[in-house]
């Protein structure tokens, strides 16, 4: 398969943010361009299915998972497997449902 060369002018700021995306990515920048153009042919039009979370969703997920980490150990649960976990759950559901035969 014979190959063309491909040259396009963009802003210098913008070069350096989409490489840094697809360095996230695990691509350099001629990969992510042919990959575009790949997808482009496959769906017969402009594909945008590949994203990054935003740096403000990313930290509202960490946030959360410490939220979950502290209530954990505030409960004494932290160091349960999930065999525990779930026994404690059965055991809950045991004495409720004891409690509507009553």
């Known amino acids: 398969m014979s190959s063309s060369l491909l040259q396009v002018r963009i802003d ?11 360095e996230e990515l695990g691509i350099d920048l001629p990969t992510a ?7 482009s042919v496959l ?7 590949m994203t990054l979370p935003k740096e403000d969703d990313r930290f509202r997920f960490m946030r959360a998972l410490k939220q ?3 209530e954990a150990q505030q409960n004494g649960t932290a160091d ?21 035969a009553e």
């Open 12 to 22: 210098d700021e913008l070069k350096a943010q989409a490489s840094a995306v697809f």
């Open 33 to 39: 361009v042919r990959m575009f153009l790949k997808r």
């Open 68 to 70: 979950l980490q502290d």
């Open 43 to 49: 769906v017969n039009g402009i594909p945008f299915g």
């Open 80 to 100: 349960m497997t999930l065999e525990e976990i779930n026994e404690e759950i059965a055991a809950a559901r045991r004495e409720r449902d004891a409690g509507r």
